[in-house]
């Protein structure tokens, strides 16, 4: 991927230290520290234009959100993203929101074992060709490290619009022993529900009547043994 930034982007960067981690691994085991509380923190690996990660923190200002990309330019836009959306309330700083640069191939690197409550993954490069298929962020290699930087009640949130990613991510999620729920092949089959917030991609393909593939993956034991009392009430029983 290539994108044409700004000239001086490194420098408006390091200029919004209040957001912006530059070097993430300083905070491996100190992000609830950084953020000054204990809140739950929430991820979105490949978080391109930040419009995701900045609603859901002025949507949810019980949880602590890191947006991740690796692109200097997407780490910009998503501090304008940020920044506007809580602009209305007159703060220049969201409180609950940090934008790290960081290739998700590191991650191990920037978050502790347990760190994290839960990995929002949106709209990730599908990489269609088989000999990528290491590089899709379902595969079971980086299954491995989410594993480890995920809490008890770690839960994986995935969407996608491409078929092909989708089968392969569920055969992942199976294959490595997963429990999934909440799967649909059409999240805005019956309308747009006000409380989901969509992705910058989101938006446009449901624009263009493209489906939406989407599933939650429960990793942490404490999210599964939430989850299994009541895993057959949606069925009736």
């Known amino acids: 991927m290539r994108l044409r930034g700004r000239k001086g982007i490194r420098e408006n960067l390091e200029q919004q230290e209040d957001l912006v981690v530059l070097d993430p691994g300083q905070y491996r085991g100190k992000w609830a520290e950084l953020f000054g509380n204990e809140l739950p923190i929430h991820v979105e690996f490949g978080m391109g234009k930040g419009q995701f990660i900045s609603q859901m923190s002025y949507k949810h200002r019980d949880v602590n959100f890191i947006g991740v990309d690796m692109y200097d330019e997407l780490i910009r836009r998503a501090s304008e993203k940020g920044r506007g959306v809580w602009a209305s309330e007159g703060v220049d700083t969201p409180p609950n929101l940090k934008l790290a640069l960081l290739n998700i191939e590191n991650v191990e690197q920037a978050f502790a074992p347990g760190e994290i409550e839960r990995i929002y993954l949106n709209f990730s490069d599908p990489w269609p060709k088989s000999r990528h298929a290491r ?15 995920l809490n008890d009640r770690g839960q994986i949130h995935f969407k996608t619009d491409s078929v092909t990613l989708f089968e392969f991510s569920l055969n992942a999620f199976a294959d490595y022993g997963l429990q999934m729920t909440n799967i649909s092949l059409d999240l805005h089959r019956d309308g747009l529900n006000e409380e989901h917030v969509m992705t910058e991609y989101e938006t446009k393909f ?14 942490g034991e404490a999210a599964l043994e939430s989850y299994r009392p ?5 069925y009736g029983k």
Do not use: A, S, W
């Open 135 to 149: 590089r899709r962020l379902t595969h079971p290699r980086f299954l491995d490290k989410y594993k480890v930087i």
């Open 206 to 219: 449901v624009g263009q009547g493209m489906k939406i593939h989407r599933c939650e993956v429960l990793m």
């Open 230 to 234: 009541n895993r057959l009430e949606k």
